[in-house]
């Protein structure tokens, strides 16, 4: 109750805020709002190529990309309430863009009344999903109906929906309750990264330079999503003392925590692990990475264009299955081992026996449409295309 309480009160403000700033005189500009940023790095760069749109970043506090090293714009805020002058500041964008790219789902949506000549474009921070989210999530059920229409306000917002696979348009029409003729099909622009071999060599000198001993053992990337109910812990199931004791001679473990966890791992084995949650981006770290174990989590969907083994640690399946639901069978779904327990996970690594024409399947379906020029597909179909219609005569 005191939750919903807050929303409203929020929400309430925003709009209040957002219906003066409409009466601003509306700007060739386009905003971004990012929460995991790295699809909207990719295609803020691409519009400051392609167009000479202004162009502005609202971070909030969870999204760790540095756009001020990446981006000419200066134009990045923090987007969260209590920094109040940039909030504001950001309404004001918000309200006077005639285009807005969001990364997530964001509340304030529901309290945004565009402009009829606004797109507002849904750039999901995932390439495919195996747990459900939005409409179809289990969870829906202890909601109030108060919420459930907020939701189908924020989706309503979404002109268009970005999308690398055709499995992916399916899940997004039943989570976000959206026509076939919103979905654009132009692929994810993250991951034109790996098609990219100078910027994945860039990327894996610079990790080479932090971290010495990754050029004398194998990595492994070790990124398991979120727990509802342990957001403020950064406690993992993993037994590392274990691992250190059965890998220590071959292998070092970074660990990437998820955005959403706010908690602080204490590492009792440095040297061994080294925690990579906030310093560097997941791009960068797949490129390093020999072996990626995750369980629920999107990253398998990119890291399989690499063509490298992965592990999924499902230690509480049955009970993750029953809270947050997934689009199909998780054994059939994964493209490789499961294993229950730290024991199992260190045999997996120990046999080293992966099926890697499983792996190359899983990432030609869920990435149909990416293929090394999302970003510009993207932008293109967004501004380019629009403005040669508009610019297209009209015969009489």
Same mark, same amino acid.
């Not at 940039?86 to 918000?94: D, E, G, K, P, V």
């Given at each position: 109750?005191?939750?919903?309480?807050?929303?409203?009160?929020?929400?309430?403000?925003?709009?209040?805020?957002?219906?003066?700033?409409?009466?601003?005189?509306?700007?060739?500009?386009?905003?971004?709002?990012?929460?995991?940023?790295?699809?909207?790095?990719?295609?803020?760069?691409?519009?400051?190529?392609?167009?000479?749109?202004?162009?502005?970043?609202? $971070?909030?506090?969870? +999204?760790?990309?540095?756009?001020?090293?990446?981006? &000419?714009? =200066? !134009?990045?805020?923090?987007?969260? #309430? *209590?920094?109040?002058?940039?909030?504001?500041?950001?309404?004001?964008?918000?309200?006077?863009?005639?285009?807005?790219?969001?990364?997530?789902?964001?509340?304030?949506?529901?309290?945004?009344?565009?402009? $009829?000549?606004?797109? +507002?474009?849904?750039?999901?921070?995932?390439?495919? &999903?195996? =747990? !459900?989210?939005?409409?179809?999530? #289990? *969870?829906?059920?202890?909601?109030?109906?108060?919420?459930?229409?907020?939701?189908?306000?924020?989706?309503?917002?979404?002109?268009?929906?970005?999308?690398?696979?055709?499995?992916?348009?399916?899940?997004?029409?039943?989570?976000?309750?959206?026509?076939?003729?919103?979905?654009?099909?132009?692929?994810?622009?993250?991951?034109?990264?790996?098609?990219?071999?100078?910027?994945?060599?860039?990327?894996?000198?610079?990790?080479?330079?932090?971290?010495?001993?990754?050029?004398?053992?194998?990595?492994?990337?070790?990124?398991?999503?979120?727990?509802?109910?342990?957001?403020?812990?950064?406690?993992?199931?993993?037994?590392?003392?274990?691992?250190?004791?059965?890998?220590?001679?071959?292998?070092?473990?970074?660990?990437?925590?998820?955005?959403?966890?706010?908690?602080?791992?204490?590492?009792?084995?440095?040297?061994?692990?080294?925690?990579?949650?906030?310093?560097?981006?997941?791009?960068?770290?797949?490129?390093?990475?020999?072996?990626?174990?995750?369980?629920?989590?999107?990253?398998?969907?990119?890291?399989?264009?690499?063509?490298?083994?992965?592990?999924?640690?499902?230690?509480?399946?049955?009970?993750?299955?029953?809270?947050?639901?997934?689009?199909?069978?998780?054994?059939?779904?994964?493209?490789?081992?499961?294993?229950?327990?730290?024991?199992?996970?260190?045999?997996?690594?120990?046999?080293?026996?992966?099926?890697?024409?499983?792996?190359?399947?899983?990432?030609?379906?869920?990435?149909?449409?990416?293929?090394?020029?999302?970003?510009?597909?993207?932008?293109?179909?967004?501004?380019?295309?629009?403005?040669?219609?508009?610019?297209?005569?009209?015969?009489?």
């Amino acid at each position: 109750m005191a939750r919903e309480f807050a929303v409203t009160a929020y929400l309430f403000v925003f709009r209040i805020f957002f219906e003066l700033f409409k009466r601003f005189p509306q700007k060739k500009k386009t905003t971004f709002v990012a929460s995991f940023g790295d699809n909207i790095l990719f295609a803020a760069q691409e519009v400051e190529k392609q167009t000479d749109d202004q162009v502005v970043i609202l $971070s909030t506090s969870q +999204c760790h990309i540095n756009f001020k090293e990446m981006l &000419a714009t =200066k !134009q990045i805020l923090a987007f969260e #309430p *209590s920094n109040l002058i940039n909030w504001i500041q950001s309404i004001y964008h918000l309200a006077t863009s005639h285009k807005v790219f969001v990364d997530n789902y964001y509340g304030f949506l529901a309290a945004s009344s565009f402009r $009829s000549n606004v797109e +507002c474009i849904q750039l999901w921070h995932a390439a495919g &999903a195996i =747990k !459900q989210f939005g409409l179809q999530d #289990p *969870s829906n059920q202890f909601r109030s109906q108060r919420a459930i229409d907020r939701f189908h306000k924020v989706y309503s917002n979404f002109h268009h929906v970005v999308v690398g696979s055709e499995r992916m348009a399916t899940i997004f029409k039943k989570s976000f309750a959206l026509s076939n003729d919103t979905i654009l099909r132009t692929g994810i622009p993250r991951t034109d990264f790996f098609y990219d071999s100078e910027a994945m060599n860039e990327a894996k000198h610079i990790l080479e330079d932090a971290f010495p001993i990754i050029k004398k053992k194998k990595v492994i990337l070790y990124a398991p999503t979120f727990r509802d109910d342990n957001l403020a812990s950064a406690t993992i199931e993993l037994d590392i003392e274990k691992m250190y004791k059965s890998l220590r001679h071959d292998y070092v473990i970074f660990l990437k925590l998820h955005p959403a966890i706010n908690g602080t791992f204490e590492n009792k084995f440095p040297g061994f692990v080294f925690n990579v949650s906030s310093d560097y981006r997941m791009n960068d770290l797949l490129v390093v990475a020999d072996l990626l174990i995750t369980d629920y989590s999107s990253i398998p969907f990119e890291y399989a264009l690499l063509q490298k083994p992965m592990i999924f640690f499902a230690y509480d399946l049955e009970t993750y299955q029953k809270t947050r639901g997934f689009w199909e069978d998780y054994e059939t779904l994964v493209p490789g081992p499961i294993a229950f327990n730290t024991d199992a996970l260190i045999d997996i690594i120990m046999q080293a026996s992966f099926d890697m024409g499983r792996v190359q399947q899983f990432a030609n379906q869920w990435n149909l449409y990416s293929k090394g020029n999302a970003s510009k597909q993207l932008i293109e179909a967004l501004y380019v295309e629009e403005a040669q219609q508009v610019e297209q005569p009209v015969n009489i």
